[in-house]
């Protein structure tokens, strides 16, 4: 069987370095971690490289063995629980063993309680719901975190200038509403790529508990945005074979939760269309809200965009995010974007659209449906001659 053996991991000034191979091959994780932060760094166990990997391991057929020791309760919630969970349904997986000695869970030095920061919808929900003044201390978020471990990738570039954007409106709401800010970067994910393409999609959920484990000491709690209700958990990739983390990443958050350290699936009890509608007069996110997969500012036309401003439209709200949008031409560009809602509820079959098409019933009268027909046809014969 094939094999991923970690070798060694230790501090240097920022940076937590991983030894490990992989089919033989010498691979260097390094991770960079923020100054306030580093001195939590954990050199003792193999926990987070196990995490990160894991999904990569299942997928291509990988163990894992180490000299350093694994969390005991890791092991078995592992072993007992996820791996077996996701082997179920998907007979390709690896039912991948760990093979390592084990130790007793860390204990907690500080009292950080986190979530992290995109200034999405998720996210900007999960800042609202634990920053309320009638949550309890123990509950309230205190500390903000930015995670650069592939959620941009491009090609072998650590940085692209849609990260370096993100990064800096993040440290921005940070410093505005006053909570710590938690910077990780790592190239964990462009060594995935060495081997096989690296998916996003399927590892998020997990490159984010790489982060955390690699400073646990610190953390007593830590909420991760959801994109997904409870309604749509699954364990059962897509018709393109994707099986995407957030839809279970309820069970991840669960079997990641060791010792005194809590991970929760935060904003699972709503939907996207919900959320939106809990943050219309969120200030914050009426300054901070960025959603773009293409720039660092919104550019109106991507298709997270486009499902934003329609979303926020068909909730009333589409005058409050003039800071974040341009929402003068969205008006003025109208027929485009109830085009675009109208072919993709109705013949792409698109989930999102489907739950806000009702809103703009009056408006798609047949005549308008008419109207995006032909001009859809029009677009396509265009492209073909």
């Given at each position: ?107 907690r030095v500080a009292e950080i309680i986190a979530t992290g920061i995109s200034c999405g919808i998720d996210s900007l929900y999960t800042i609202q719901q634990h920053s309320a003044t009638d949550l ?250």
């Amino acid at each position: 069987m094939k094999e991923i053996h970690i070798k060694s991991i230790k501090k240097e000034s920022f940076f937590i370095i991983g030894e490990l191979t992989i089919d033989g091959n010498i691979e260097i994780i390094k991770t960079e971690i923020s100054e306030e932060f580093i001195q939590y760094a954990v050199t003792d166990r193999i926990d987070a490289f196990v995490i990160g990997l894991l999904m990569f391991a299942m997928k291509n057929g990988y163990d894992f063995t180490s000299d350093l020791p694994i969390t005991d309760e890791l092991k078995y919630n592992l072993d007992y629980h996820l791996i077996p969970a996701l082997c179920g349904p998907n007979p390709t997986f690896h039912r991948t063993h760990i093979k390592a000695p084990t130790i007793s869970p860390i204990k907690r030095v500080a009292e950080i309680i986190a979530t992290g920061i995109s200034c999405g919808i998720d996210s900007l929900y999960t800042i609202q719901q634990h920053s309320a003044t009638d949550l309890p201390d123990c509950r309230r978020i205190n500390t903000l975190a930015f995670f650069n471990v592939g959620s941009s990738m491009k090609g072998g570039d650590l940085h692209t200038s849609l990260v370096d954007g993100r990064y800096k409106l993040a440290k921005r709401f940070a410093q505005e509403y006053n909570y710590t800010f938690l910077f990780v970067e790592s190239n964990l994910h462009l060594i995935i790529n060495k081997y096989v393409p690296y998916s996003h999609i399927e590892n998020h959920t997990y490159m984010a508990l790489f982060c955390l484990n690699q400073i646990l000491p610190c953390m007593k709690a830590y909420y991760y945005s959801s994109g997904y209700p409870y309604s749509k958990f699954s364990l059962y990739p897509n018709r393109q074979g994707v099986l995407a983390c957030a839809h279970y990443d309820l069970l991840l958050m669960f079997c990641a939760s060791v010792g005194e350290i809590k991970f929760y699936s935060s904003g699972s009890d709503k939907s996207r269309l919900e959320k939106t509608r809990t943050l219309l007069d969120y200030e914050p996110a009426q300054k901070y809200l960025n959603v773009c997969v293409n720039e660092a500012k919104n550019d109106g036309i991507c298709f997270k965009c486009i499902r934003t401003l329609l979303t926020i439209d068909a909730l009333g709200g589409i005058d409050k995010f003039s800071k974040v949008f341009d929402i003068d031409s969205y008006k003025h560009n109208r027929f485009f974007y109830l085009k675009r809602l109208y072919i993709d509820a109705k013949f792409k079959n698109d989930e999102y659209y489907k739950e806000i098409i009702p809103y703009f019933k009056h408006e798609l009268t047949f005549s308008m449906k008419l109207s995006f027909f032909f001009s859809a046809l029009f677009n396509h014969l265009r492209a073909i001659f």
